[in-house]
């Protein structure tokens, strides 16, 4: 028996997919230029090398949980998916978050030491938001029921209507047979009783007539 689920439901399956989608592409990204006061940018620095591809095995792992969670209506793997948004989250939260704007010094082959600021750039709110997504849309899919996660199946939809019908189908046929039945037994019933009182009128009409004589025998004389 399916459980039925409303329309943002079911599109939290297409949501995660694609904010793990996106914290992927993020690690391909620049996450921040390193630019001096007043000068040009000098490095730059993306998220694969920040966090050695962390976010890629991360988001590889939410997509392969997903699918998991949503064919198998499996309830642990929709927790995967949500522990994997949280991880994300906190990669970006602790590791890059505060970065974000700040001055240091950094070594370059034309200069030993410059003081630079770290820029955020395009891979830096890519995975803000998708990391953030990610861990708001797991953990929403992990709070469904196994019966909810069977309904996001392509096509579950169709098929919860299909049972749900045949079910009312069933009962409805049910209901049927148990009134004929009913029926049929009243109508027995009331065959059996105008029998008994056809039998009964027909005993009444059959007393004995106290007109009518017995029969006497014929005496026969004996000859001598």
């Known amino acids: 028996m399916s459980a039925d689920v409303g329309r943002l439901t079911r599109l939290l399956p297409l949501a995660c997919l694609v904010a793990a989608i996106c914290l992927f592409a993020s690690e391909?990204?620049?996450?921040?230029?390193?630019?001096?006061?007043?000068?040009?940018?000098?490095?730059?620095?993306?998220?694969?090398?920040?966090?050695?591809?962390?976010?890629?095995?991360?988001?590889?792992?939410?997509?392969?949980?997903?699918?998991?969670?949503?064919?198998?209506?499996?309830?642990p793997a929709a927790t995967a998916v949500a522990i994997a948004g949280?991880?994300?989250?906190?990669?970006f939260l602790l590791v890059d978050l505060p970065d974000a704007n700040a001055v240091g010094t950094l070594d370059d082959a034309r200069e030993s030491f410059f003081d630079a600021e770290a820029v955020p750039q395009g891979g830096f709110f890519l995975e803000m938001a998708a990391a953030l997504a990610l861990a708001v849309t797991g953990v929403a899919l992990a709070t469904l029921s196994p019966q909810q996660l069977a309904a996001l199946r392509p096509g579950g939809r169709d098929r919860g209507d299909r049972g749900a019908r045949g079910d009312r189908g069933d009962r409805g046929e049910s209901s049927a047979g148990h009134e004929s039945s009913a029926d049929d037994s009243r109508g027995t019933d009331e065959a059996t009783a105008r029998h008994e009182s056809s039998a009964g009128a027909g005993l009444a009409d059959e007393k004995p007539d106290p007109h009518r004589g017995v029969p006497r025998r014929r005496r026969t004389r004996q000859r001598g």
């Not at 920040?50 to 699918?67: D, E, T, Y």
């Open 28 to 75: 391909l990204m620049t996450t921040f230029d390193f630019t001096p006061p007043g000068g040009e940018v000098l490095r730059t620095q993306g998220g694969a090398g920040r966090h050695g591809n962390a976010l890629m095995v991360i988001a590889v792992f939410a997509i392969g949980a997903l699918a998991v969670a949503v064919l198998a209506a499996s309830k």
């Open 86 to 91: 949280v991880v994300a989250l906190l990669v």
